[in-house]
């Protein structure tokens, strides 16, 4: 219920320009409204009709004797006039014969008069404006014709009797879908720009596909390939200066090491003794940190490495095999089991790297006499591999920002570079898999699970992981 009342108080595009479109409407029947409201107040035509005066003035003077018949044809004379017109908007009628006066409409004020006969004059009374024209019959009849000139008077006459309102409210209906369709219409490159985008992973950095007929539009992309041009060559130079980096480093490093376990085994004093291993320990990091910025490297580069049929289950083998002397220096017992006949499309190296850094990391928090349990097992169209620790686990808050480069937990004593779970992730989401850290079900301890696609399996690859809590 909240996400729908999020989204229609949220800012939109579509709604933006429909308001903009019928704001447009609004405004130009208000301008129509107010032409009209001029061209009322200035409409002079009922004024300038001598013929139309020279016929009233001539009743007026057959019926000169007779004052009923007189009033009774002039009410006519009135109501024809008014025909087809708003009442208040429509003229009067005021006979005079000398200062005796024979008719006068409902509303004229008894002292509106003009001054020059045969002009049309403009007369104020009470704060509101009047047009009138007077004329002289030959028997001495003064017949003047008065017609609304105030504006205001005018504007809110046709507002009450719904001149405004009315048709525009019953025209909305029917505007609001032809201009809801022509806006869809119209951004229907715009939404294909928009999935395009979204589509893209973080490391395709293609121009796009998508080109555009539209001047506007055509801007807008060439803008953003420009951008991915510029991102796809600083992330080239960035992968390229580190690996280059780390690879002029192994040489020195593993020449420092060399002479640093020469010169141990020459040592007599004991302090010396500790200093030299405190070099061998620091060198021996160094080398880790380097081997993980080439594995990083290696993970994010696109295409590097051979995709091959790979079978998880005897890959899970070897590569404990080759973990078990770090597990047994540190007295952790590794527990595996591999459902077989599991197999993925990928790169074996890159897989090597998820497993050794996972495996690798379980067995340097485990404590001493800890087990790290190792799984594998098909869910779905999945393979599923879970590895868990009994160490101390990572705070529920930290379990995303783990994967950011050289970020490690505030609280860990164990010595790292934070580059373990970065480089797990790269090659998790270069599988089009997902991976997931999360708490043991009983006790301490963390468990990762990676979801990556079976070979040949025709799974979305961004299927959720859900975390169990």
């Known amino acids: 219920m909240m996400r729908r009342l999020r989204g229609i108080f949220e800012p939109s595009l579509m709604r933006r320009l429909m308001l903009a479109q019928l704001g447009l409407l609004a405004l130009l029947w208000g301008l129509l409204l107010g032409f009209v409201v001029y061209e009322s107040s200035t409409d002079d035509h009922d004024l300038r009709q001598d013929a139309l005066y020279d016929a009233v003035l001539i009743v007026a003077d057959q019926l000169a004797d007779r004052p009923a018949q007189l009033r009774e044809a002039f009410r006519y004379i009135e109501l024809a006039l008014s025909e087809n017109i708003e009442k208040s908007l429509a003229p009067r009628l005021v006979l005079e014969r000398g200062e005796l006066t024979l008719y006068r409409s409902a509303g004229v004020p008894a002292s509106l008069r003009t001054q020059r006969p045969d002009d049309i004059e403009t007369v104020t009374f009470d704060g509101k404006r009047w047009r009138a ?158 081997g993980q910025m080439l594995n990083l490297m290696r993970s994010d580069a696109a295409g590097t490495g051979h995709t091959e049929k790979v079978a998880l289950d005897a890959l899970l083998q070897d590569r404990m095999a080759a973990l078990s002397c770090l597990a047994d220096a540190r007295y952790v017992e590794l527990d595996l089991e591999a459902e077989p006949g599991l197999a993925v499309d990928g790169c074996r190296e890159t897989l090597t790297s998820l497993i050794d850094n996972l495996v690798d990391n379980a067995i340097k928090y485990s404590p001493q006499g800890g087990t790290v349990e190792v799984r594998l097992r098909r869910d779905g169209e999945c393979a599923m591999l879970t590895v868990c620790d009994e160490g101390p686990g990572i705070p529920l808050a930290l379990r995303e920002r783990v994967f950011d480069r050289f970020y490690r937990d505030p609280a860990q004593t164990q010595s790292g570079s934070g580059l373990g779970l970065a480089i797990a992730q790269a090659a998790v989401v270069r599988h089009e898999g997902r991976i997931v850290l999360e708490g043991r079900d009983a006790g301490s301890g963390l468990r990762a699970r990676v979801r990556l696609p079976l070979a040949g399996s025709t799974m979305v690859p961004s299927a959720a992981l859900a975390p169990s809590s």
């Open 133 to 290: 024209r007077a004329r002289i019959s030959p028997g001495g009849m003064r017949m003047t014709m008065i017609v609304p000139a105030d504006r205001m008077n005018i504007f809110v006459t046709l507002n009450s009797k719904g001149f405004y309102l009315l048709p525009l409210l019953i025209s909305i209906p029917f505007l609001a879908l032809p201009a809801w369709l022509s806006i869809r219409v119209a951004l229907r490159p715009w939404n294909a720009v928009a999935r395009e985008v979204g589509s893209r992973g973080p490391r395709d950095l293609a121009p796009l596909s998508f080109r555009p007929r539209h001047r506007e539009l055509r801007a807008m992309v060439d803008n953003i390939d420009a951008l991915m041009r510029r991102l796809h060559d600083a992330s080239t130079r960035e992968r390229a200066f580190i690996a280059d980096a780390a690879h002029e480093l192994r040489t020195p490093l593993a020449a420092m090491r060399v002479n640093v376990e020469a010169l141990q085994g020459q040592a007599v004093e004991p302090r010396q003794r500790e200093l030299l291993a405190g070099i061998v320990s620091g060198v021996t990091r160094a080398g880790r940190l380097v």
